[in-house]
């Protein structure tokens, strides 16, 4: 599974800390093993069809370079 937590914004979203994370996230969606890859605020979850799925908060927008996990179904 891949998850992808919105960081801090006022009215929207509080953000989680790694500790949060695993003990609000990943045990409650049951995973036994976990991966931090981003913890910034311009994480981004994007599908073929619906395109983003989050809401980022870097107040600095799209990094100049960024990385990506592909996934094929």
């Known amino acids: 599974m891949l998850v992808v937590v919105d960081g801090r914004q ?3 979203s509080e953000g989680l800390g790694i ?3 695993v003990e609000l996230m990943m045990k409650r969606l049951g995973a036994v093993e976990a991966m931090n890859l981003d913890g910034g605020g311009s994480s981004i979850m ?3 069809g619906t395109g983003i799925v989050n809401r980022p908060s870097d107040a600095t927008g799209q990094r100049s370079h960024g990385n990506v996990i592909p996934v094929k179904p």
């Open 46 to 48: 994007a599908t073929a």
């Open 10 to 12: 006022a009215g929207y």
């Open 19 to 21: 500790a949060q994370t």
